[in-house]
C-alpha cells in the first residue's frame, strides 16, 4: 500500500489555480523529495493531505483512509511541520513538548526518548527564544513524531541551516525511513540535498505533475561513482588493480563503468585499509534535469 495517493487533485483560490489536476502516488517506507518551483503548489499539496485545505475537485487517500471523512483517523497517524514551525518560544523545549502531547490526546512518556533523538537532552530546559534555527527545527520534528506517526510531512525543513545543521537533520531523518518507522516526505528547494537524501522523487511545476520515480527514473542510471578520499593516488592504485576504470580529478576520483558502485568500491578500498569521505553516484544533475522539466524554472 502507498503512504500517500492523490487523484487529479484540483485546488482553486478564486482565479488562481493552486493545484491542477494532481495525480501522483507517495511510496511507503521511503524518503520522497516533493519538489517544485517556489509558487508550484507544494505548501497547498501538504496542506490538502493534512486536510487543512477544502479541495475543489479530486480525492486523496493516506493509508488507506480517505481525506475528508477519514481526516480525524488521518491526524491520528501523521505528524508534520507545514510552514513556520509552531513552537513557543516562551516555554523550554521539554515544555513544548508536553502541549503539544496533551494537544493530541498522547502521554508525557515518549518525551524523553524524543528528545534523546532530536539531540535535545541538555538543552530541553533552555526557553526556545535561545534556540538556534536548527534547535528549532529540532524540535519541531519532535513534536512532529509524538504519537508515533506512520508518515511525516516536512515543508522546507533545511531552509536556513547551517551545513552542520543540514548534516544533522538529514542523519535523523534517514535514520527514521531505515529503522521502518516512518515514511517521510520533505518538501524542499535544495536539489543537491534532496539528491543525496531521497528515495524517491516528485516534481511539480504550476500545480501539475511533472515527473515522479527514483532518481534513476528521473535523472538515468549511474554510470560510475565518484570518491572522496584523504590519498587519492593510492586509492586510484587500488581501485586500478581491482580491475576498475578510474579517473582522477584534483580533489576525487572517478569510477566509471556501468554496474559500479558505492559498496563495490568501498569493499575494495577496505581491503588496503583505504576508507573514503563520500561516494556518490556518478549520475546527470538532478537540478539540472529539474529545469528541463520545469522549463527553467529555479527551485
Do not use: C, W
Amino acid at each position: 500500500m502507498d503512504a500517500i495517493t492523490l487523484r487529479d487533485v484540483t485546488k482553486r483560490y478564486g482565479s488562481v489555480t493552486a493545484v491542477d489536476h494532481l495525480t501522483t502516488t507517495i511510496p511507503a517506507g521511503a524518503l520522497t523529495g516533493f519538489l517544485g518551483p517556489n509558487g508550484a503548489g507544494k505548501t497547498t499539496t501538504f496542506r490538502s493531505i493534512l486536510g487543512l485545505t477544502r479541495l475543489t475537485s479530486g480525492t486523496i487517500d493516506v493509508l488507506g483512509m480517505q481525506v475528508g471523512p477519514d481526516t480525524p483517523a488521518i491526524v491520528k497517524r501523521i505528524g508534520a511541520v507545514v510552514e513556520e514551525p509552531g513552537v513557543q518560544d516562551t516555554l523550554n523545549g521539554r515544555d513544548n513538548l508536553r502541549v503539544a502531547a496533551r494537544e493530541l490526546g498522547v502521554g508525557d512518556d515518549q518525551i524523553p526518548k524524543l528528545l534523546e533523538f532530536v539531540e535535545l537532552s541538555e538543552d530541553a530546559g533552555r526557553k526556545v527564544n535561545g534556540y538556534s534555527k536548527g534547535m528549532r527545527q529540532r524540535l519541531a520534528l519532535g513534536m512532529a513524531l509524538l504519537g508515533q506517526p506512520e508518515v511525516l510531512l516536512l515543508d522546507e525543513p533545511l531552509d536556513g541551516l547551517d551545513p552542520a545543521g543540514q548534516a544533522k537533520f538529514k542523519g535523523l531523518l534517514r535514520g527514521l525511513v531505515d529503522e521502518g518507522r516512518t515514511s517521510v516526505v520533505v518538501s524542499s528547494h535544495n536539489l543537491a540535498e534532496v539528491e543525496q537524501l531521497a528515495d524517491h522523487v516528485v516534481i511539480i511545476s504550476r500545480g501539475r505533475l511533472v515527473a515522479a520515480g527514483t532518481l534513476d527514473d528521473i535523472v538515468g542510471p549511474a554510470q560510475g561513482v565518484m570518491v572522496e578520499i584523504a590519498d587519492l593516488e593510492a586509492a586510484a592504485a587500488v581501485l586500478r588493480s581491482a580491475g576498475f576504470e578510474v579517473h582522477a580529478g584534483e580533489r576525487r576520483l572517478e569510477v566509471i563503468g556501468e554496474g559500479v558502485d558505492g559498496p563495490a568500491v568501498s569493499r575494495a578500498l577496505a581491503f588496503a585499509d583505504l576508507y573514503p569521505e563520500r561516494i556518490t553516484p556518478n549520475r546527470s544533475n538532478l537540478e539540472q534535469r529539474f529545469l528541463e522539466l520545469t522549463e527553467g524554472e529555479t527551485p
